[in-house]
């Protein structure tokens, strides 16, 4: 089993930054794919970002340029910093892993931007 843990989200104003950091725990493989989503209020869960163990990268069109993935296989973690934050980024983050074909997920961490 995988466990995954997040943290780093809270209330910040238009315009600040976050990072957000998920630790993974359990049988792990460094071979995986690390992906952050998030879920507003009414809304359905969307991928924000996504890093392949080999250092691939993918963002959603709303957070390019504005939020970088990045992950340390060494200390099990992926990070999410998130820049020039706007209120329509306001969600519950949640960070999943995909291994051997199964996907595991966090417990969500929620960022709240003010306008």
């Known amino acids: 089993q995988v466990q995954l843990v997040e943290s780093g989200g809270g209330l910040v104003q238009g315009g600040g930054s976050l990072r957000l950091s998920c630790l993974a725990s359990?049988?792990?493989?460094?071979?995986?794919?690390m992906g952050w989503y998030r879920q507003a209020p009414g809304k359905q869960r969307e991928l924000v970002a996504s890093?392949?163990?080999?250092?691939?990268?993918n963002y959603a069109d709303s957070v390019k340029g504005r939020f970088t993935i990045s992950r340390d296989d060494a200390k099990n973690t992926v990070y999410l910093q998130m820049n020039s934050l706007k209120p329509e980024d306001t969600a519950v983050y949640y960070c999943?892993?995909?291994?051997?074909?199964?996907?595991?997920w966090g417990q969500g961490t929620l960022v709240t931007v003010s306008s």
């Open positions: 999943k892993m995909i291994l051997l074909s199964r996907q595991f």
């Open positions: 359990g049988s792990i493989f460094t071979i995986n794919t």
């Open positions: 890093v392949s163990s080999g250092g691939s990268t």
